[in-house]
Each structure stands twice: as structure tokens, then as C-alpha cells.
């Protein structure tokens, strides 16, 4: 066996950073990297509506870390050696332009995940690395001399010196089973980013109507965001909807997915400024009818929809609205109460929240801190981002501190071509 084999079990956007990185960072290793299914980087190619959202315009590693709602402390560390600036430089050395949207999120400037799959194709033709389809990693034992045996989906063996899983989100606890097999510990999966089902009929009609800014919040928890609401056929969706989903990832799921909602129309508007506002309007429009005169930023539709809601009949005009009227009316514009019914998954992006439990393993070198060897990156691990471009990030950042470390071991176990001072120091620091 070659002292230097190193196998990367997933061909995902964490597997190919790790597997690139590790055989450019020390062209002796041999670097094997085995996909399971029929195609490398399947998830990169839907991602971002197929336009992949690579990563986000923010640039402080604290302030980026802040995204995650699992995995925040352990990646603050992992920012300062590897952050979004550092993926920008990385694509665009290799000829890969990324713009940034107005929200910050970053795209290739050709609006197309082929251009980043082709991209990470040709590093790691050029820089050796076997590429394997169809064949996933099933077990894996521990030599006693140090190194692994691999069991192959086909029923092939592999013996290698460094392993990196980097298997992608473990939906169900058996994806993750060969990180337990080798004494790590799962965080129970369950989804993050999702969106909420609603029965109110009303909200259905309004289906496609967009509000912001919109305040949400899940009563009798911490649960509360502010952005921009979405309504659809099922329910609401949009930022707000998908950040509380990811903030209460685990405390919904305790729920069964069954909790009631309230939201904030005008969450810049308090109780006060908004009794004001509704007096105004009596004052200034006493003939018009209340369902016609929207208060901005809703919309004429929703506004209809909401005074309705409030038990104010469409011909009421505000010169009949009581004063119990224009307090039912506030009531209903800052504390609509839906209930949530169910869940449906976002379908331009979500993730596992959940996974290899974070303690286990050393953040500078992404090595186990279980089974010496053996290294994670990617979703695997228990950490999830927000929407926006946080997700890769979190794989290219853990990619290559991984491959950079087991490249490290390569220089260290043989090599004397490759000097120290490009790999990490025995604390994990980079010389
Ligand atoms: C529809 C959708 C859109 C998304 N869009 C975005 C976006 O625009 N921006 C963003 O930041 N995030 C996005 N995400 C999230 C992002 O895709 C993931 O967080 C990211 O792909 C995780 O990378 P990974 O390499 O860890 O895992 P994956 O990309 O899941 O790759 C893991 C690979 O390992 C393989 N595998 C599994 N088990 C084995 C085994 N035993 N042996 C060998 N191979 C194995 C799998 O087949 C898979 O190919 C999106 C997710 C979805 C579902």
C-alpha cells in the first residue's frame, strides 16, 4: 500500500474542494475520490435555481459565522484561514468571475453551476485526482498499523493512509453510519430550511404576493425574524419564513411541524405610531372606504384581505369605523395568529440540520479528534447555514482545511520535497 493514498469518500462541493486542495498542496499523494451515485457535484449543478449561489458578499469571519444556525462557534476559526473573500480569489484565479446580487448573495457571472462544475472538474483532472463514479464507500476499519480498510459498494477493498468523509447531509441516521462505525457521535438529522403550510384560505388566494418588511414570530419561544414574507398556494414562504425555519430547526420539529404563528405587517410601525396612522386616515378620508386605503408597504390585495380578517365589513368607510374597530384593526395588522399545519421543503435550497457532532472534531485541521486519520467536511458534519450562499461556504471552507491537513501528513510521512512552511504547524496554526 502507498504510504500516501488518501481517499475522499463524496464527489460534492466539499469532497471536490478537499481532494483538489490536498493533491495540488502535494502533487505525491495519491488522491482517490469515490462518488456513490452516477454523477460528481449533483447537488452544485441544481443549486441556486441552477445558477449556484457559490457563496455570500460578507467578509468578516465572526459577522459570517453569525449565518449558522448550527456550527457558528466551531467556523469562526476555519473564516480566518479560509472565508468567502478567499472562494471569490479561488474561482476567479481559475478564471471563474462571481457578481454579487443585491442581497449579497454571489453567483458566477455566467448565471450557470456548469461553469463551477466544470471548474472543479478540470482542477482535479489537472492536478491527478482519480475520480470514481458509482462506487460509494460502504465500511471501514481501522488497520492496526494505522490507515483504513475500505469496503466499496461493489465489494472491492481500498486501503488508504487518510480518509475524508465528506458523504453530504445525513437525512437519515444510516448516511452517517460509517462515521459512527468509527466512534462519532450523530446529532439527530432533521430538515432546515423549509417552508410553513397554512389552511386560511385567504392567505391561498393571495398566492404569489410578496410583503416586506414582515415580522414573524412562533409565540412562547425565542423564535422571531424580520424580512420578507411570501404567500403561496400552501401557505408562506420567502427569507423570513426560512430563516425561522432554520433558527427553530430543532424546537419545530418538537413541534411536529404544528405551532401557531404571528405576524407583524407593519413591524415598523409600533402599536402607537400605527393608532395614529388609522386615526389620520379617519380624519383626512372619513368617506373612503376602509378596504381601499392600504397603509404602505401592502399591497391593495392584502390590505382587502386583512380589514376583512379584522371583522370590518367591505363597505364600512372610516367615518363609521369605531374606535373598537380601529383596535381590532391594529390587532389584526401587528398579531395575525396562523396556525402552521405542516412543513413542505424549499425547493431552491435546503439542508440538514444535524450530523457529526461538532466536538468531535479538531476545527484547524478538520481531523477527528476520535479516530486519528480520519477527517470531515462539508454538510456531513452538524452544521447548517442560512440561505444565501453559507451553505457551500461552509464545505469550501471545510474542504480545504481538510485537504490542506492531509496534505500536510502527506509532507510529513515521506516527502521531504514540499516545505513545512506550506502546511499547518503540530497545533494546527499556519507557519
Ligand atoms: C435544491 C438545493 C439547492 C441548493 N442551493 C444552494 C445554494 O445555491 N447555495 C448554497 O450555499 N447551498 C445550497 N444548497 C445546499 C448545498 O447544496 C449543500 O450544503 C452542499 O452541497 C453540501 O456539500 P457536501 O459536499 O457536504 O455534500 P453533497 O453536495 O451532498 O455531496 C455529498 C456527495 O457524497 C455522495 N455520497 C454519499 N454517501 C457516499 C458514500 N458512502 N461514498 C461515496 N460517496 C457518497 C453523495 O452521492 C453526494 O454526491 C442547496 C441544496 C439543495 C438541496
Redesign the pocket.
Known sequence: MSLRRVVV????????FAAVTCAQSAPDAEVTL????P??????R????G?????HACFEAREFAAHYPRGEKALIGPFKSFQASDTVAWFEARGVKLKTERDGRMFPTTDSSQTIIDCLLAEARAADVKLVLN????SVTKRPEGGFELRL?DGEPLACDRLLL????CRVPA?GQ?AVSLGHTLEPPVPSLFTFHVEAPWVHDLAGVSVEPVEARVPETGLRERGALLLTHWGLSGPVILRLSAWGARELHGFAYRFPLRLNWLPHLGPEALAIELQSRRDAAPARFVVNTPIAPLTARLWERLVLAAGIPGDTRWAALSRAGRHQLGQQLLRTELPVTGKSLN?????TCGGVRLAEVNFKTMESRICPGLYF????LDI??L?????????WTT?WLAGRAMASYVARSGSEAYPQRFFPNAEGGWA
Open positions: 469518500a463524496g464527489g460534492g462541493a466539499a469532497g471536490f469515490l462518488e456513490k451515485g454523477q460528481f457535484l449533483s447537488k452544485v441544481i443549486s441556486g435555481g445558477r449556484c449561489n457559490v457563496t462506487r460509494g464507500v460502504e459498494s465528506a458523504t453530504g447531509g448516511l460509517v425547493k431552491d435550497e435546503f439542508v467536511a462539508g454538510e456531513l447548517d447555514g440561505t444565501g450562499g453559507f451553505n457551500f461556504q461552509a464545505a474542504g
